[in-house]
């Protein structure tokens, strides 16, 4: 039986993760036809609801949704900061009115795209919440390893960055480790959360000993500046000399063989110096192509109008 | 109409309950002991296995009146605590407009004599639109009877403000209760800082900022020779503060809630805005080391914070949905489901912290069932039982993590003077 | 339950299905589409005796899932496999091989996918088994075997690489649905 949505990677069964993945690669091949389409979601409304500004993510989206032939609609909503008293009720009341299939959401509340999905029978895709989950690009980056390494379980990967913050930490993370990969967390300690993250993982604050525990994948977190209130660390100088890939640890890096992925967008000079963009062994564009695919899958995957959720 | 309860025992709060049948003449309580007879003209009802109580008393509930009546107001709120065996409350000033004045005490105790079939008290703002800034109309609430002082909803952010609010209206006999964080370090003030938050990417208020603001507010007090009273305490290590000052002989007293001693941040579950309150549930442990704290009395009283709110406003997403969960009417039952009826405590505790003690904070008489006393008690029935329907409730707001749960208890009649304010039936 | 086709009647069909092609191709260089599952394991059969009596083709498989015209009806989505059509379709001569034709709709998905491909100068159908009851206008070019059957009735085609064994059954099934 289908789920109706897609809402985060820590309720997926580890068979359901590996199906997905599998799922992907067939999708790939699309984009290797001379019509780069297929009919399987025709007729169906894919509406995007993104609450958040992202170009890379909504197009992204938006490309799967069109190449797998279905109709997509962007709502205009308010990307500006707080958007108090639109409720959940009100949002879902308006997307009834346009009988939509599939729903697209990003939304800086953490849990929003629950709450949708609970009230619609439309199925529900979360495109990244607040701090809590993004697990579609968790998907793609599972997808991008496993072209790399096609057997990463007892593999180390690195996660490195604002993890406090980031739903990207999160998702990513779990979908690793749900592949039995190794995963590590490297950041300030003021972007380390000390309770929260599963007892597996291990918790560095020093970059040099991070690299020694030996990671076959470096996975860049960007910097959020834009998130930041208070000082979590001193100045985006700092940060980069202690916490980023300067030129001396991407010689290291490079020459160790070791693998890097980003989410994007890229901090050029705060997580990473300009060379690693130019390195043979980094993922991130495999990232942003395997992107469409991951997403195409998903959308396959899901099944409106089962389970719970909407009145008719 | 008199009435006489038959074969039942009545609950104390100095001892375990004794057997005793009770009559009631007149609104006065004329004999409490073992086979009263029955005296012509009186209604017997049968009490076999159940309690007589002296009715309940809550210190800090939210009646959203004036301003916010569609959540809750005087009328219904007073009738929600009717149904919980709750004889009389002391409402926050966290209104719209706020407390903070004589005329708008005035206005409200007039409204509550009005439409509330029990006595309402009033807490006032300490400062002036709870902005933390000026001092409230202190004197004018006082001269129509207000006692307790309290921004709750907010701490007095300003310690200076605090002090000198302190220095000035405890000399009039008045006493502060605290609302205890520190907004700086309480980020959204959505739920707990610890493992659930993280899952749930929402950051979360760490412990330390209540804990924090409960030293300071009670130093403050024992500075200026105030009495403050801890609101709501949530955090294990808060309540250890409270003990630690009681030993030294600071004016201080404290309050946990039902829901504190009850859930924890794990029923959250997957955003679940029912068990969304400010301060927040916190961990398992913290549940334990409160429930000591109250058995050891280091709690002086239990409160609900009865918080209303509109099922619409609850149903956004977890940060945006409003803080706080009703309790008036699950208090008793769910107290002695979870404790009284699981042998953690007895009614003699009930008694004491949710009946006797926060009248006396408020400079009231408990009311004991005792000859001479007029009648201000409940009939409880600890083989029954009470499905919290939406039919059950007389609250304008449901926000309650137990509606449609049955809990193992019933009060069957509530009796005030010489009213019959609530009988069950079957 | 009835074995209609064993392991030595499979690999008859095989062979005459084999030689229809042959002949049919009319000089022309064939392109041997596989539609999966099964009906790219007899597509491979079919090639390897074109190979070994030296035929030269060109080959491909086809998943037609994304084609379907009942997606919107199932409670899950069959699982998608990937396609691989590396020639080049424009002016080829398909052959699309299945293991058994039935309504009809497997072939008409097979042939919205191809079409996403290019423009074949012609497309031929080869089936290693003909069970009728057709509900659109397709008709098999090539045949191996022809079985009749009842609606409701089940083929249980079983080939060497996908399920470990050769064999055709007919399962009877008298309760509709």
């Known amino acids: 039986m289908a789920r109706k949505d897609f809402l985060d990677i820590a309720s997926l069964t580890r068979e359901e993760v590996h199906h997905l993945l599998e799922q992907a690669a067939p999708f790939k091949e699309v984009f290797t036809r001379s019509v780069k389409k297929v009919p399987a979601l025709k007729g169906k409304s894919v509406l995007m609801l993104f609450y958040e500004p992202s170009t890379r993510t909504h197009s992204s989206f938006e490309v799967a949704a069109k190449r797998l032939s279905a109709d997509v609609i962007d709502l205009d909503v308010p990307h500006s900061s707080v958007v108090k008293g639109e409720t959940v009720k009100d949002t879902v009341d308006t997307l009834q009115a346009m009988r939509a299939d599939y729903i697209v959401v990003r939304h800086k509340m953490s849990g929003m795209p629950l709450a949708i999905a609970r009230q619609t029978k439309a199925s529900v895709v979360n495109a990244g919440d607040g701090a809590h989950a993004h697990p579609t690009q968790a998907l793609l980056d599972a997808f991008t390893l496993k072209e790399v390494i096609p057997e990463p379980a007892g593999r180390k990967v690195l996660i490195a960055g604002d993890i406090l913050h980031s739903r990207v930490a999160r998702s990513t993370s779990t979908v690793f480790r749900k592949m039995g990969v190794e995963v590590g967390f490297l950041g300030p300690g003021s972007l380390l959360p000390r309770k929260g993250p599963a007892e597996g993982i291990r918790r560095f604050t020093d970059f040099e000993e991070a690299l020694g525990w030996g990671p076959d994948v470096l996975y860049l977190l960007r910097v959020q500046m834009e998130r930041l209130e208070v000082q979590y660390f001193p100045s985006v100088h700092e940060y980069h000399r202690v916490y980023g890939v300067t030129q001396e640890r991407f010689a290291r890096v490079a020459g160790e063989g070791i693998y890097i992925m980003h989410p994007g967008p890229v901090n050029r000079g705060v997580e990473l110096c300009h060379e690693v963009m130019d390195y043979e062994r980094s993922l991130i564009n495999q990232q942003v192509e395997n992107g469409i695919a991951a997403r195409m899958a998903v959308l396959y995957s899901l099944k409106p109008g089962t389970g719970e959720g909407g009145e008719e | ?426 | ?177």
């Open chain 3, 1 to 177: 339950m009835a074995v209609i086709l064993d392991e030595a009647a499979i690999a008859r069909a095989v062979e005459s299905l084999t030689d229809q092609i042959r002949e049919g191709a009319g000089g022309h260089r064939i392109a041997i589409v596989g539609i999966r599952s099964r009906g790219d394991e007899v597509a491979e059969r079919v090639c390897h005796a074109l190979a070994a009596g030296g035929v030269a083709h060109d080959y491909g498989m086809l998943d037609i899932s994304l084609y379907r015209d009942d997606l919107a009806h199932l409670a899950e989505n069959p699982k998608l496999q990937e396609s691989e059509v590396t020639f080049q379709v424009d002016g080829a001569h398909v052959v699309l091989v299945d293991d058994v034709l039935f309504t009809g709709r497997t072939i008409r998905a097979a042939l919205g996918a191809l079409w996403d491909y290019g423009r074949p100068a012609r497309v031929a159908l080869a089936v290693l088994i003909d069970r009728g009851h057709r509900e659109l206008p397709i008709h098999a070019d090539y045949t191996g075997a022809t079985i009749e059957t009842e609606r409701m009735d089940h083929i249980l085609v079983r080939l060497k690489n996908t399920d470990g064994e050769d064999g055709v059954e007919l399962v009877r099934n008298s309760h509709p649905g």
């Open chain 2, 1 to 426: 109409m008199d009435l006489l309860f038959a074969g039942g025992e009545v609950a104390r709060e100095d001892g375990p309950p004794v057997r005793a049948d009770v009559w009631i003449e007149d609104g006065v309580i004329r004999a409490v002991g073992e086979g009263v007879p029955a005296p012509a003209g009186a209604r017997v009802i049968a009490a076999e296995g159940m309690l007589v109580v002296p009715a309940m008393f809550d210190a800090h509930v939210h009646f959203r009146e004036p301003g916010q009546e569609e959540k809750e107001d005087i009328a219904h709120g007073s009738e929600a605590a009717v149904n919980g065996g709750v004889t009389g409350v002391v409402m926050m000033p966290n209104t719209s407009p706020p407390i903070d004045t004589a005329a708008v005490v005035r206005m409200l105790l007039d409204k509550a004599r009005e439409v509330a079939r029990i006595p309402v008290y009033t807490a006032g703002c300490v400062t002036r639109g709870r902005d933390g800034a000026e001092l409230a109309g202190i004197d004018g609430m006082r001269q129509l009877g207000v006692r307790m002082l309290t921004d709750d909803g907010e701490p007095v952010a300003n310690p200076a403000v605090l002090r000198y609010a302190m220095e000035y209206a405890s000399e009039f006999g008045m006493f502060f209760a605290s609302h205890c964080e520190v907004l700086e370090l309480s980020g959204p003030r959505a739920l707990n800082e610890g493992l659930v938050s993280y899952r749930l990417g929402i950051k979360g208020s760490p412990a330390c900022s209540e804990e924090i603001c409960i030293d300071r507010d009670i130093r403050l007090a024992h500075a200026t020779g105030a009495h403050v009273h801890i609101q709501h305490v949530s955090s294990g290590l808060g309540m250890e503060t409270v003990r630690w000052w009681k030993e030294r002989g600071a004016r201080v007293t404290a309050e946990v809630s039902p829901h504190h001693l009850i859930f924890c941040e794990d029923d959250i579950g997957e955003y679940d805005t029912r068990f969304k309150m400010n301060p927040p549930l916190r961990t398992r442990d913290d549940n334990a080391a409160l429930l000591e704290g109250l058995k050891e009395g280091v709690f002086d009283l239990i409160a609900t914070d009865h918080a209303p709110h509109t099922e619409f406003e609850k149903a956004q997403d977890f940060v945006s949905a409003p803080n706080g969960i009703t309790g008036l009417e699950t208090a008793l039952v769910s107290l002695f489901h979870h404790f009284v009826a699981a042998g953690e405590f007895g009614w003699d505790l009930l008694v004491k912290r949710y009946s006797a003690e926060p009248r006396r904070l408020m400079g009231l008489d408990p009311v004991p069932v005792e000859e001479g006393r007029r009648a201000d008690l409940l009939l409880f029935d600890p083989a029954g039982e009470t499905t919290f329907s939406r039919d059950f409730m007389k609250s304008k707001s449901i926000n309650t993590p137990f509606l449609d749960r049955t809990l193992k208890g019933r009060i069957e009649m509530v009796v005030r003077g010489r009213d019959v304010l609530l009988e069950r039936g079957p």
